[in-house]
């Protein structure tokens, strides 16, 4: 009589793909694990002084391990800083469907200033910005992904504010830099250079005056 295999019962192939899968799974964990204790050293001791040992050592692995997943603490920072401006969205789209300018620009004013202080990017800006000189295409590509991308994320929405009537027509471009610009001044740039700059009490006031100067000048 021929033997039935037992269907329960797995076969070479099928248990080398659950244990490939496992490891895969392992894997991608360790991945993360790295790089969320290399942001978190990046983001507190700059690239120049965080060390790859404790990076290893708040992601639980060895420093083996990391060396797998990242060649270099340089390959380490660029991941952290690519994953960092991937997640730089403003929500431009519902941002576009607000009643008025004024919602439309609070609303803005209020993302932006949460990825800048929430999300650590003031943190993480530092450390790109300390290390320009050393590793320029980190810098190069930071700018390009996250400032420049930001800005044209803005000038594309006040594009379509003004095909919904509610901005004159204008070069969308110039005016982006300008309200950008009226939050960085006040709000961006101390927390650069002071690591312990909170935002402020009137930040509101702040906000709705840079809201109040935009629709001034570029209102329908």
Known sequence: MRMVRNMNQETPTTARSGLENYRRRVSATKRRSILDAGREEFQGNGFTHAAMAE??????????????????KEELFAAVVAEAYSNLELNADAIADADTVEEALATLADNYLKVQF??????????????????????????EMSIK????????????????????PHDTSMSAHEVAGMLKESLIW???????????DNKDKIVSAAVATFVARYGA
């Open 55 to 72: 990076i290893a050592r708040k992601a639980d692995v060895s420093t083996a391990t990391l060396y797998k997943h990242f060649n270099s």
């Open 118 to 143: 929430d999300q650590g990017l003031n943190d993480l800006m530092r450390a790109v910005i300390s290390e320009v000189s050393g590793l320029p295409e980190v810098g190069r590509e930071f700018y």
């Open 149 to 168: 991308r930001r800005h044209d994320e803005l000038s594309g929405l006040f594009d379509r504010l003004i095909q919904r009537g509610m901005l004159k």
């Open 190 to 200: 101390p927390a650069l250079f002071d690591p312990s700059f909170k935002l402020p």
